[in-house]
């Protein structure tokens, strides 16, 4: 059986004391919540404080990035150590705006996932195509290569141990959500992916969350496809009730 997991990614939203405030208002609104699994990311800088916040309730706390060696000369960048020393349980790896604007390539997401799972913390892989990539039928070489490229040397076992994002490019912060079926179809081509490397019980085992515009009106239709397992969520998870909107339709779904 599969979790359902919604992860509220933050971006770079919220100041420390923005972010101290948001995260105590998601524990009380999730207090309740028992099967789905709630985590949010704040930026770095909050990510200490967050960790207080959130401890002893059942909000994870999770990570926007991370960098794939233990420490040394990389200016600007965060060791999954660092991370791990504060409590952290999800690192989203791989998200579009990683790989539009800094360089992110299927070979870095791939030393990040490693990283990551050796110190036990959870990643969440995050695939998807551009618009130009699905208007010109890229869509399944695509994904083909994102996943392929983030499992490459994974075990099944490293692999049971990891949470993909589906995310459309086109999707992403736009307003414009993919509809149920079509989001249900990449979810469907990505676990026949996890198939084709691992093998069925392995692909049956492994979350997969839709990102790009999910919102409380559009979730419940989402969550409710065979192969969409929870969320991603940006702009719906910087007010904590419209992502409690988004968690409380996975409430009971089972996988
Ligand atoms: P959005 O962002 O919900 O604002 O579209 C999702 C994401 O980038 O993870």
Redesign the pocket.
């Known amino acids: 059986m599969r979790k359902i997991v919604i ?1 509220g ?1 933050w ?1 770079m939203n919220k100041t420390v004391a923005e972010s101290v405030k948001l995260a105590a208002e998601v524990v009380a609104a999730a207090k309740d919540i028992k099967t789905v699994t709630v985590a949010i990311a704040p930026t770095y800088l909050a990510l200490a404080k967050v960790a207080e916040v959130v401890a002893g309730s059942n909000v994870k706390l999770a990570a926007q990035d991370v960098h794939w060696e233990n420490q040394g000369a990389f200016t600007g960048k965060v060791s999954a150590d660092m991370l791990k020393e504060i409590g952290v349980d999800f690192v ?1 790896i791989g ?3 990683q790989r539009t604007y800094f360089g992110e390539t299927d070979a870095t997401v791939n030393k990040k996932v490693r990283k990551v799972q050796s110190l036990g913390m959870t990643p969440i892989i ?1 695939i998807g195509e551009t618009l130009d990539e699905r208007k010109s039928g890229q869509l399944e070489s695509v994904l083909t290569r994102q996943v392929n490229g983030a499992y490459d040397g994974l075990s099944g076992d490293d692999a049971l141990r990891t949470v993909i ?1 589906y ?1 459309p490019v086109w ?5 414009v ?1 993919a509809s149920d079926d079509e989001a249900q179809q990449a979810h469907a081509f990505v676990r026949g992916l996890l198939a084709t490397l691992y093998g069925d019980h392995v692909a049956q085992s492994i979350s997969i969350q839709y ?5 409380p009106e559009n979730a419940a239709g989402l969550l409710a496809q065979a192969d969409i397992d929870g ?7 910087l007010k904590a009730d419209s992502f409690l909107g988004i968690i409380t339709p996975g409430e009971s779904l089972n996988k």
């Open positions: 992860a990614n971006k989203i998200h579009s705006e995050c994002a995310e999707a992403i912060g736009t307003g959500t990102g790009g515009s999910m919102k969320g991603l969520i940006g702009g719906a998870a």
